[in-house]
């Protein structure tokens, strides 16, 4: 998990402006605890459950747990180098939260580039620490059950808050859709022409990905992903994907919801956890039991070729 932390730190990057109220660590960092709680400073070896947002200079945010809607989860290690995040967090407890700002020259020493696009002195954490669970002197095997308890009722939380939030969301949108007997909402945004796909066949899809909060998480298309202000990889090539139906290669929600288009037909797709990522989800964009939504157009379908070399057939095995 503490990849994940590094990942979020290093893929949006940003500090906003220093003024009053905050004490030097090392490392260069700078602190402020808003809120400091009772109760033990975490640490090494404890597991923590915090969310956190970060911003630029400019105090413009460029990533948050809330947008995902979930928060992060780790095992707190000990600090690799003095100034690092690990070394912040172990300054609070369970219910704190703080402003941490980490100086982006002690990060990245002498010799080692920043990332494209890093600007400015600082990064910094808006950080609301929201469970912990001292490892102390229990064995690994009794810690493991309650970080799992923890986990197991978190989840049931989310799960059971799914269908209120898939509702909200129509009502937001306005969208009346239809529900199939799996449970996937669909509304056709534009009529197609001919035939629909069948299993077997090679569906040609421009697809656009959200979480029903409006977080974009991926795209087809690029200047989708532009006006979701996403890092451009320049290894990615935006093209439509093709996706063979009915095989099991996607989600279930896109194996259904394909069967119902035609070629040229647009329509949003509503998936709720179900017919999604389920119960794991697909970190770090989708959390367990996290309905989503696509607004999707098939481009185009492909039939099998008839004359394609068969794939040999093994031997029965006796």
């Not at 915090?50 to 290690?77: C, F, R």
């Not at 999604?276 to 970190?283: H, I, K, S």
């Amino acid at each position: 998990m503490r990849k994940n932390l590094m990942f979020i730190a290093l893929a949006t990057i940003g500090l906003a402006s220093c003024k009053g109220g905050f004490k030097k660590g090392d490392g260069g960092m700078l602190y402020n605890i808003h809120v400091d709680k009772p109760g033990t400073n975490l640490q090494a070896g404890d597991f923590i459950s915090l969310n956190l947002t970060l911003k630029n200079e400019a105090d413009s945010v460029l990533g948050s747990t809330y947008d995902l809607g979930h928060p992060i989860n780790n095992i707190m290690q000990k600090p690799q180098a003095k100034g690092d995040i690990s070394a912040a967090f172990l300054m609070l407890s369970e219910g704190d939260s703080a402003t941490i700002k980490l100086s982006i020259d002690t990060m990245f020493k002498k010799g080692t580039p920043r990332p494209p696009g890093m600007k400015g002195k600082y990064i910094i954490y808006e950080v609301k620490v929201e469970k912990v669970i001292p490892k102390g002197t229990q064995t690994d095997a009794v810690f493991q059950a309650k970080v799992a308890d923890y986990f197991k009722v978190q989840a049931e939380a989310v799960k059971k808050a799914e269908p209120a939030k898939i509702e909200k969301f129509l009502a937001e949108k306005s969208l009346k859709p239809t529900k199939t007997a799996s449970g996937l909402l669909y509304v056709i945004t534009k009529t197609g022409s001919g035939a629909t796909p069948v299993n077997g066949d090679t569906a040609v899809v421009n697809y656009t990905g959200k979480l029903l909060n409006g977080k974009f998480f991926d795209s087809s298309l690029k200047e989708e992903a532009v006006k979701a202000k996403q890092p451009m990889d320049p290894r990615r090539t935006f093209a439509p994907i093709r996706i063979a139906v009915g095989e099991g290669k996607v989600i279930k929600g896109w194996d259904e919801g394909l069967l119902l288009l035609n070629k040229g037909a647009k329509a949003t797709f509503v998936i709720p956890s179900s017919l999604g990522w389920g119960e794991q989800g697909f970190p770090p964009a989708i959390g367990p039991y996290t309905p989503v939504w696509f607004e999707v157009e098939l481009v185009d379908i492909v039939k099998p070729n008839p004359n394609a070399p068969k794939p040999p057939v093994m031997p029965a095995v006796k």
